[in-house]
Nanobody, 115 residues
Framework: QVQLVESGGGLVQPGGSLRLSCAASGITFGVFSMGWYRQAPGNQRDVVATITRGGSTNYADSVKGRFTISRDNVKNTVYLQMNNLKPEDTAIYYC?????????WGRGTQVTVSS
């Protein structure tokens, strides 16, 4: 059974930082590309950052220079370090694992940026 379990969300003030984690099980983690997506109320789910099995990364323009995605293939975990958070970063953040036609999602973790 595939499980992607996110953690690390919460309430933070503008300018603050959070580190999200996504622990994967039930997949051969090392062959999967991993990603973080987010969805704000009334909006579609958008990609935030992705990392391939080789470690290549891509970021949405809105988070470049502020967010960093990384992965630990020993711990089967992907991370999203979020710095200089802004109110517009408020959303539910979802972990994704994909390999060819296989796409898996976590249940999400809420990030709220507010003073």
């Amino acid at each position: 059974q595939v499980q992607l379990v996110e953690s690390g969300g919460g309430l933070v003030q503008p300018g603050g930082s959070l580190r999200l984690s996504c622990a994967a099980s039930g997949i051969t983690f090392g062959v999967f590309s991993m990603g973080w997506y987010r969805q704000a109320p009334g909006n579609q789910r958008d990609v935030v950052a992705t990392i391939t099995r080789g470690g290549s990364t891509n970021y949405a323009d809105s988070v470049k220079g502020r967010f960093t995605i990384s992965r630990d293939n020993v711990k089967n975990t992907v991370y999203l370090q979020m710095n200089n958070l802004k109110p517009e970063d408020t959303a539910i953040y979802y972990c994704n694992a994909n390999f060819r036609e296989l796409w898996y999602w976590g249940r999400g973790t809420q990030v709220t940026v507010s003073s």
